[in-house]
């Protein structure tokens, strides 16, 4: 080899050394693209269909930053991305949470189901104040029948009375057919004894004793006809007291209940409010019928002692005829003076 040739070996050395660098850097950037490129395509396809519907905001950078997780080598298993997004889509969705306590509550929402469903002390004033309202209309209906037929017994019995020109003729009449019954012929029967007893004292002293007596017997009277009456007022102004006192009590029960169920759900607080709540309404409803009908009695009543106290006053005025007609029968000529007038002769 001679001298000349020594450079020209050197120079196609360094060539093909070049060469074959730049071959084996390109087959290197082309082994990483073939490897890398299809992972971050799978990346950016997959990325919008996990992405949440609502965008959350950022949290703030970490004042200090924690070591790196070492990423998973994506390159190595290509499908890893697909196999993590089938299992977040195949994971339940939450659940919105059940209505709070549910099958607590009553089916049955009627008077008879709150009833049924109240406390024990709610039920014994709901069953008071039915019995009270039992014994308000029980009341209402023998009373007035009561009140009825002695107001139309007394009313006949007044009549004849007035229509009589004594009292004997009074007495007679009365006690023919229903009127007998009434008290009218109760206070003229009372006339006629006290004059009987009285036969030998003077006129001014019997008609204050019958008088006496006939106010007697007339205030007897109003007062067996107010029997029952009372109760009517009492009913009246005490029911509406206790069926508060049962609303009261239910609504501490029901709020005692939200304590202990740590819920303010109207669902869970509207059926023990309705319960006490009806304990209210019966008591209304028996209290307010009991007011009305003791406000009719009265009334009534009051009409029935003014039929008594006019028929009080015509026995008066029958007895005081009597009396003067029997003293001037005395008084005439060819008469005795212990001749006994009619009036007291009568038995």
Known sequence: MSAQDEPRRSTATTTLAGRAKRSAASSLLLALSLTIGPAIGTSFAQAPASAPTTQQPAPPPAATTAPATPAPNMAASPSGAHEQTAVSQQLPAPQAPAPVAAAALPHDLSPWGMFMAADIVVKAVMLGLAFASLVTWTIWLA????????????????????????????????????????????????ARDEVRRSADLSDDGIKERVAIALSRREARAGRDMAKGTGLLATIGSTAPFVGLFGTVWGIMNSFIGISQSKTTNLAVVAPGIAEALLATAIGLVAAIPAVIIYNVFSRSIAGYRAVLSDASGDVLRHLSRDLERARRAAQRPGRSLHAVPPLMSAE
């Open 143 to 190: 009373k007035s029948l009561e009140l009825m037929a002695a107001k139309t017994r007394a009313r006949l019995a007044a009549r004849r009375l007035d229509e009589a020109d004594s009292l004997e003729i009074a007495a007679e009449r009365i006690s023919a057919g229903h009127a007998r019954r009434s008290v009218v012929a109760e206070l003229v029967q009372a």
